[in-house]
């Protein structure tokens, strides 16, 4: 199993920046890929970015040359950048793993078997 730990989340007001981390521990050599999701009140948890162990990166379109997702193998530790930041982004955001490829199914919620808490991002206007 993998173990997954989110922090970075926080609240700004819209136009402004958070860096989120995901701190992973236990079997992480057999997790292919890596990847953010959110979750809003009364919304569906939806797939934000991914990163596979190959340092190949997806983005939903909504996120797209704002968001950037990258790993540390040193650290073990996967980040998401946040940039001008909306206030419809408000959300749980979470960090999951998978031992299959990203692919195409990169932002398939049950694809993925290894979940953190989630860290609280809030985005005023």
């Known amino acids: 199993q993998v173990y997954l730990a989110e922090s970075g989340g926080g609240s700004v007001q819209a136009g402004g920046s958070l860096r989120l981390s995901c701190a992973a521990s236990?079997?992480?050599?057999?997790?292919?890929?890596f990847a953010w999701f959110r979750q809003a009140p009364g919304q569906r948890r939806e797939g934000v970015a991914s990163?596979?162990?190959?340092?190949?990166?997806t983005y939903a379109d909504s996120v797209k040359g704002r968001f950037l997702i990258s790993r540390d193998n040193a650290d073990n530790t996967v980040y998401l950048q946040m940039d001008r930041l909306k206030p419809e982004e408000t959300a749980m955001y979470y960090c999951?793993?998978?031992?299959?490829?990203?692919?195409?199914?990169?932002?398939?919620?049950?694809?993925?078997?290894?979940w953190g808490q989630g860290t609280q991002v809030t985005v005023s206007s």
């Open positions: 990163v596979s162990s190959g340092d190949v990166t």
């Open positions: 236990g079997n992480i050599d057999r997790r292919e890929c």
């Open positions: 999951a793993a998978k031992v299959s490829s990203c692919g195409t199914s990169w932002s398939e919620q049950w694809d993925y078997g290894d």
